[in-house]
């Protein structure tokens, strides 16, 4: 993520969206995939765009910052793959009050972003938006356990858990994410599991994703 001014070959989101760009980007993407499933394709797709979308803003919060991701101030560049490479921001971002709240955190990507983005997935690519809210959880989930301030001894160990158990978020929406990730314990282990499967074992030579999978048959592949 960086500024659009600097971003090499930066298309504008709403174009990109709007004018088979991104039909054209899940096209090359597919063809190193032959004869894979589109719904995989677009899948897989999301999982790099979620990435590169939540990661930054997340760790930017955390350290006092609210960065601009509103989709129509904001552009994207792609891999010669047709992946997504970086996206561009229109500015650096403003202060933000130190809150250390996930639910607050993800209020603006839930009411300024996401749902835009899931509705091109869901017409272009055809994967179920619950699906496409799962691809966005793992990374929020990533982003905000790995950003946790030392904790007390008594504190809950999954400190993004109220992202996925609260049914709604402080602006009174309803959560998307509700239910996305579940912390199962196996024998001695504690392991984080999605709820829906993000399709990639349907496109070849791409590695399972392991304990994390909503499928078991597919945890140990």
């Known amino acids: 993520m960086m500024l659009s001014a600097e971003l090499e070959g930066a298309i504008p989101l709403a174009d990109f969206f709007g004018s088979g760009g991104f039909c054209a980007a899940l096209d090359t993407y597919a063809a190193a995939h032959a004869g894979a499933d589109r719904r995989a394709v677009a899948s897989m797709w999301s999982l790099y765009y979620f990435s590169i979308l939540t990661i930054p803003y997340i760790v ?4 006092d910052c609210a ?3 509103a989709v129509h101030d904001m552009t994207i560049a792609l891999a010669e793959d047709g992946l997504p490479r970086a996206l561009g921001l229109a500015g ?3 202060w933000s009050d130190g809150n250390d709240d996930l639910l ?3 209020v603006p990507l839930v009411s300024q972003h996401i749902p835009e983005i899931i509705s091109q997935l869901k017409a272009k690519g055809g994967i179920a938006p619950k699906l496409a809210w799962n691809n966005a ?3 929020i989930d ?3 356990n790995a950003t946790e301030r030392e904790r007390p001894a008594d504190a809950d160990a999954w400190a993004a858990r109220p992202l ?7 602006d009174g929406s309803l959560n998307p994410f509700l239910g996305c990730l579940r912390h199962e314990i196996e024998g001695e282990q504690t392991v984080c599991r999605r709820k829906v499967c993000c399709l990639r ?3 070849p030579g791409i590695p399972s994703c392991g304990e994390l999978c909503a499928l078991p048959a597919q945890r140990k592949q």
């Open 164 to 170: 996925f158990t609260e049914p709604r978020l402080p």
């Open 67 to 69: 960065l601009p991701i």
């Open 201 to 203: 074992y349907l496109l």
């Open 60 to 63: 930017a919060r955390r350290a």
């Open 92 to 94: 650096e971002g403003d």
């Open 137 to 139: 959880a793992v990374y």
């Open 142 to 144: 990533y982003a905000f």
């Open 104 to 106: 607050s955190f993800v």
